[in-house]
C-alpha cells in the first residue's frame, strides 16, 4: 500500500497526454463508472438468490450465505495488491484485465454444479472485481481535466452509493424469471462490452517499475482473514467450539492476527500500511465503519431471508423491498457531500449512524402480520441515513491523513469496509438462526393446549398430519419473528455505540471536501 500511495500521487498529477476531453472523456468516465457499478452491484445482488441458490444446489440457506461472504473478503484482499499491479503492470492493463477476468468468472459461477465450486468461483471473482473499485477511482483522476474532476467523481460516488441497493431489485427479478444463474451470467455482455470500450476509450500511458511486493504480509493477510471467514460461516454445522476444526481455525486466526501486525509494523514495504492507525481520527473513523458497516450488511442479508423463508415473498418482491433503501440515498447524498465542507462532519456521522440505529431498533418491533406497505417505511428510513454518515466518514478519514497516506488510506478503509460486511454477516446470519432455534424451544415448552388445537382443527376439516403441520409451521414461525426482532435490536445497539466512538476523532481543524476515496 505504501506502492499504492505513490501511484496514486503521480495519478493525481497527471501528464497532459492523459487528460481526456469531449466524447472521450464521456466515454471514458461511462467505461469506469460501469466497471465500479458491476462490482459494487455484486456485492449484493445475490443477497435475495441465497434460498434459490440453496434450493437449487441442496444446502442450508446458512450455507448458501457463504456465496455473499466468499465474494466480499476475497475482494477484500485484493485492494492492498491494486497500487503494486499498477506501478508493474499499467492501471488501463490491469483494470482491462481485471473486468474480462471479472466476466469470465462470472459466468463460471452461473454454471457451477455445486456450493464448492460456486464458492471457488466467487471468490475468483471477488479477487478479480477488487482492482475495480480502486482503479475506477485512480484512472478518473488521471483521465478528468482539473475543473471537471469533482463532477467525474461525483457520477462514480454514485455508482457506489446506487450499486449495492439495485443489487437485490435485480437479484430478485432475476432469480424468480429466469433462475438463479442468470445472476452471474448477466454480467458477461457487460464485462464484454465493457473491455471492448475500456481498449478504445483508455490511453494507455504508464511508467513500470519493477517493485516489491510484501508476499509474506499478503500470505499472513489472506491467512488471517479466510481462517476466521470460514470459522464463522461454518461454526454451526460443525457445533461450534466442541470440533476441533473450529478450535484450530480460531487459533490459526488469532496467531496470523498477531504475526499480521508485527510482520506489518516492521516491513519496509508493508502490503497494508497499518501505521496510519497512529492518526486518532483514521482510527476512530474505522472503528465506527466497522461497527456500522456489519451491522448493515447484516441487515441487508436478514431482511430478504426473513422475507422468503418466513413472509412467503418471492425474491423479486423481497428485492423491491428493500430496494426501497436507494430512494432517499440518491437524494441526500449530493446534500450531504455539500454539508460535509460546512458542517463538522463528527456531528452529520453521529446523526446518520443514530438514525440507523432508531431505524433499526424500528424494526425489532415487526410482527409477522406486517403489510407490504408497512415493511417500505424503515427501508426508506434507512436510505436516508447512508449518505449522513457514510460521506463525512470518509471524509473524516481521509482529511486525518498526510496526501502520501490517502491512497493507502482509501485501500484500508475499503478493506475494513468490505470484511466488517463479510463478518457482520456471517455473525448475524448464524446468531438468527440460533436463536429461532432456542426461541422455538421456549414457546414449544410454553405451549399450552396444542392437543386441543390439533383437536380443533381436525374437526374443521384438516387431517391430524396437516393440522400438526400447520402448528408446527405457527410455531416456527413466531421463533423466527422473534430471532429477527433480538438480531434487530443488537444491531441497533452497535449502532449507538459507533456513534459514540467518531467523537474520539479530534475536532477538524479545517473544513474538509467531500470524499473521492471509496
Not at 455445486?114 to 483522476?141: E, I
Not at 508493508?270 to 461497527?291: E, N, Q, S
Request: some cysteine; proline content about 5%.
Amino acid at each position: 500500500m505504501a506502492d499504492a500511495s505513490s501511484a496514486a500521487s503521480a495519478a493525481s498529477s497527471p501528464p497532459p497526454e492523459t487528460i481526456l476531453r469531449g466524447s472521450a472523456l464521456v466515454l471514458a468516465v461511462f467505461a469506469l463508472a460501469a466497471a465500479n457499478f458491476m462490482a459494487v452491484l455484486d456485492m449484493t445482488i445475490a443477497n435475495v438468490s441465497v434460498p434459490n441458490i440453496a434450493g437449487g444446489l441442496a444446502v442450508s440457506s446458512q450455507e448458501g450465505t457463504w456465496v455473499i461472504t466468499s465474494y466480499a473478503v476475497a475482494e477484500a484482499i485484493t485492494v492492498p495488491l491494486t497500487g503494486w499491479l499498477a506501478s508493474r503492470f499499467g492501471a488501463v492493463r490491469v483494470f482491462i484485465i481485471a473486468i474480462g477476468a471479472f466476466g469470465f468468472f462470472s459466468m463460471m459461477c452461473g454454471l457451477s454444479p455445486s456450493l464448492g465450486a460456486l464458492v471457488f468461483f466467487r471468490v475468483m471473482q471477488g479477487l478479480s472485481g477488487g482492482p475495480l473499485l480502486p482503479m475506477s477511482q485512480t484512472l478518473l483522476q488521471r483521465f478528468s481535466p482539473p475543473e471537471l474532476r469533482g463532477q467525474t467523481m461525483g457520477i462514480w460516488a454514485m455508482t457506489t452509493v446506487v450499486a449495492p441497493i439495485a443489487g437485490p431489485v435485480l437479484g430478485g427479478a432475476i432469480s424468480d424469471n429466469l433462475g438463479w444463474s442468470w445472476v452471474f451470467f448477466i454480467n458477461v455482455p457487460v464485462a464484454f462490452g465493457l473491455v471492448i470500450l475500456a481498449l478504445r476509450a483508455l490511453p494507455r500511458v504508464d511508467v513500470l517499475r519493477k517493485l516489491p511486493v510484501d508476499f509474506v504480509g499478503l500470505g499472513l493477510l489472506i491467512l488471517w482473514v479466510g481462517a476466521l471467514q470460514i470459522m464463522l460461516d461454518k461454526g454451526k454445522e460443525l457445533d461450534w467450539f466442541s470440533s476441533w476444526v473450529i478450535v484450530g481455525l480460531l487459533v490459526v486466526a488469532v496467531v496470523g492476527f498477531i504475526a499480521f501486525l508485527i510482520w506489518e509494523l516492521t516491513e519496509e514495504h508493508p502490503i497494508v500500511d497499518l501505521r496510519i492507525f497512529r492518526y486518532r481520527g483514521f482510527t476512530a473513523a474505522c472503528f465506527a465503519m466497522t461497527l456500522a458497516f456489519a451491522g448493515m450488511y447484516a441487515s441487508l442479508v436478514i431482511i430478504p431471508l426473513w422475507l422468503q423463508l418466513d413472509m412467503g415473498y418471492t425474491a423479486s418482491w423481497a428485492g423491491c423491498v428493500t430496494g426501497f433503501n436507494g430512494v432517499l440515498a440518491v437524494i441526500f447524498a449530493p446534500i450531504v457531500a455539500g454539508l460535509v465542507t460546512k458542517v463538522d462532519p463528527r456531528r452529520l456521522v453521529t446523526f446518520g449512524i443514530l438514525w440507523l440505529a432508531g431505524d433499526m431498533f424500528w424494526r425489532s418491533t415487526f410482527t409477522s402480520s406486517m403489510s407490504y406497505g408497512q415493511l417500505i417505511g424503515p427501508q426508506l428510513a434507512q436510505g436516508l441515513a447512508m449518505p449522513f454518515f457514510f460521506i463525512p466518514l470518509m471524509s473524516l478519514a481521509m482529511g486525518a491523513l498526510k496526501p502520501e497516506e490517502v491512497a493507502s488510506g482509501a485501500g484500508l478503509l475499503n478493506f475494513v469496509r468490505t470484511t466488517a460486511g463479510a463478518f457482520g454477516t456471517s455473525i448475524a446470519t448464524t446468531a438468527w438462526d440460533d436463536h429461532a432455534t432456542t426461541a422455538r424451544q421456549t414457546l414449544v415448552e410454553r405451549m399450552n393446549g396444542a392437543g386441543d388445537t390439533i383437536n380443533g382443527l381436525t374437526q374443521m376439516g384438516l387431517a391430524q398430519n396437516q393440522a400438526a403441520s400447520l402448528l408446527d409451521n405457527l410455531v416456527q414461525g413466531q421463533a423466527v419473528m422473534l430471532s429477527t426482532n433480538h438480531i434487530f435490536t443488537v444491531v441497533s445497539a452497535l449502532m449507538i455505540v459507533s456513534a459514540s466512538a467518531i467523537w474520539l476523532a479530534p475536532k477538524p481543524k479545517m473544513l474538509m471536501k467531500p470524499p473521492s476515496a471509496h
